[in-house]
């Protein structure tokens, strides 16, 4: 088991690298001068090269990329203060760190994501075995039907709908808002109902269909035959032999899912106004902030990438003859 997580962990932090190196030769070298990103309407000649040199692109891009990489692990020095690691540089906007505004807006990201697919897992998977269970009857057609209609909602359209509803007219909820959890618990919950349920809806609709066919594809599986034709009970086979065997495809979509809500669910945070890493990215390309927006991405592929590593680990406790791989 762990010779298997050192391979799958030895390979992502290879793509980690590869990710890394782009995106960096995609912000620094493919603009004509970033510094002019940096230094605004009003710009001088010497101002320009004052921002060149303080943020290290006066030299060649090769050796920037090395100062860019050695500055997460050890740190750098720039003309605005010192950067401790992991450094990602300042803000073109307002010279602030990097990583410690990802940091600041991870949390509300971290609270919408973990919410979100709390209620899809439980309602899609949910959903999903009952209509499985029921095949063919008015309850599999229901539910079938229903996670149809939901996979037709669109987050910009159905949150202002229930903002309009449930906050402005019925007054049943207050405005959604991040809360630190830490700091009051009642409120962190309910100024994020509304954004969970809004984010959880497509993802219900998917998980639903999802665990519905895979589900029954493992029922025609010839262990599940075997073990109804051994005389056990339908609950038995349905819950001990086919449900583990049909969380694989499950698993595999989640992680890409979960990494994907961690680097941030980025019409939900704007629909909600929620200062997320998503809203982060937006405002990032608004602003033309290279140093940010290249953060926001470099924090969302590490977290793709965690997640993959994740799911290649549940597969191993899921089926072992994937250990072998």
């Known amino acids: 088991m762990l010779r298997f997580l ?3 962990s030895l390979g992502a932090l290879v793509i980690l690298a590869i990710i890394s190196a782009f995106t960096f030769f995609l912000f620094y070298s493919i603009p004509r001068d970033p510094a002019l990103l940096a230094c605004g309407k009003n710009c001088t000649p010497e101002a320009l090269e004052i921002i060149r040199k303080n943020m290290g692109i006066d030299k060649p891009i090769p050796v920037q990329y090395w100062e860019f990489m050695a500055g997460i692990f050890a740190g750098r020095e720039f003309a605005v203060g010192p950067c401790p690691a992991p450094c990602l540089g300042y803000s073109f906007v307002d010279n602030s760190p990097v990583w410690e505004t990802i940091l600041d807006r991870f949390p509300t990201t971290v609270s919408l994501a973990a919410g979100g697919a709390l209620l899809f897992l439980l309602f899609g998977l949910g959903g999903g075995m009952i209509a499985a269970w029921r095949r063919g009857t008015l309850t599999d057609k229901i539910v079938s039907s229903t996670s149809l209609a939901l996979s037709s909602m669109q987050i910009y359209f159905v949150g202002p709908l229930l903002l309009a509803l449930l906050v402005y007219r019925l007054e049943w909820f207050s405005q959604p808002k991040y809360v630190p959890i830490t700091e009051d618990p009642p409120g962190w919950l309910a100024g994020l109902l509304i954004p969970w ?15 519905r066919s895979s589900m029954i594809e493992q029922l025609q599986e010839e262990h599940v035959k075997a073990a109804r034709a051994k005389g056990m009970s339908s609950r038995t086979v349905f819950f001990r032999y086919a449900w583990r065997g049909s ?4 698993v595999t979509i989640f992680g890409i899912d979960m990494g994907s809500l961690f680097g941030g669910a980025v019409i939900t945070e704007f629909t909600f106004t929620l200062p997320g890493l998503g809203r982060l990215a937006v405002q990032s390309v608004l602003n033309t902030d290279l140093p940010m927006l290249m953060g926001v991405m470099l924090f969302a592929a590490t977290a793709i990438i965690l997640f993959n590593i994740l799911v290649d680990a549940t597969y191993a406790f899921i089926d072992p003859r994937v250990r072998l791989s």
């Open 6 to 8: 050192a391979r799958r």
């Open 197 to 211: 349920f809004v984010l959880s809806l497509i993802f219900i609709s998917n998980y639903t269909r999802m665990a």
């Open 247 to 250: 969380l694989i495809p499950i």
